[in-house]
């Protein structure tokens, strides 16, 4: 790898499967991979992701809430290109969002706008999904703006909902699904190829290789 590589930040409040998932892409990518994950920063001390950060070494930041304002001169400090949320409980402060527009990037576990704002995050999203009767539903990936959940979209993938869906069989399958799109989404925008245009909207979107993704996520 060299340092013309982007270099990729991972926040995370929880387990860290997404980030496992990033670094896996990546991997498997080896030469042609277009960034490194460089940091994961978790509000949380005893984050599963921090766990895997290290096992990966990886630096990992723990930045308590009280320290929330210093996100952006710890991107700095390790030369952060691109970041990517990935289950970050905390609000991302407004210089960073500014500093990084078009470069930062989360994933949601419903079909947005559907299911998304203040408060929609974890189970409360598939159980309001399941209370709904929606028959489909599935990850969003978007670029972060001001706006909660509502920055331009970059990919969604459907997901069946089965009629015996409970809130955790449906977070699952959504799961895997995030695991499928969130890194190939993640890789675009590090090579250039997806990007935020003038007008607001993502242009050059990823495409998926439907054979490839996990067969029960396929609506
Ligand atoms: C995922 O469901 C994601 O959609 C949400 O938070 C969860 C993160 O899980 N934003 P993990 O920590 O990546 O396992």
Excluded at 61 to 73: F, G, K
Aim: charged share 20%; net charge neutral; hydrophobic share 45%.
């Amino acid at each position: 790898m060299t340092d013309s590589l982007s270099r990729l930040a991972v926040l995370a409040s929880g387990g860290g499967s997404n980030l496992q998932s990033i670094i896996d892409h990546f991997d498997a990518l080896g030469p042609d991979a277009p960034a490194r994950v460089a940091l994961v920063v978790s509000d949380r001390e005893s984050a599963g992701a921090l766990a895997r950060a290290r096992t990966h070494d990886i630096p990992a930041e723990w930045l308590p809430r009280e320290r929330n304002a210093e996100l952006s001169a710890l991107l700095t400090a390790h030369r952060i290109t691109h970041v990517a949320l990935a289950g970050y409980l905390r609000l991302v402060p407004a210089d960073v969002v500014a500093s990084f527009r078009g470069r930062l990037l989360n994933v949601h576990p419903a079909l947005l706008p559907a299911f998304g704002g203040p408060g929609m995050y974890g189970h409360q999203v598939h159980e309001a999904v399941l209370r709904a009767g929606a028959t489909v539903s599935g990850p969003t990936v978007h670029f972060v703006s001001e706006k909660y959940d509502e920055g331009a979209i970059i990919a969604q993938w459907r997901v069946p909902v089965r009629t015996d869906d409970t809130p955790s069989t449906l977070a699952r399958r959504v799961l895997a699904a995030e695991h499928f799109i969130y890194p190939r989404c993640i890789a675009a925008v590090c090579a250039g190829h997806t990007t935020l245009s003038a007008d607001g909207t993502a242009s050059g979107i990823p495409t998926f290789h439907v054979d490839r993704a996990p067969s029960d996520t396929v609506a």
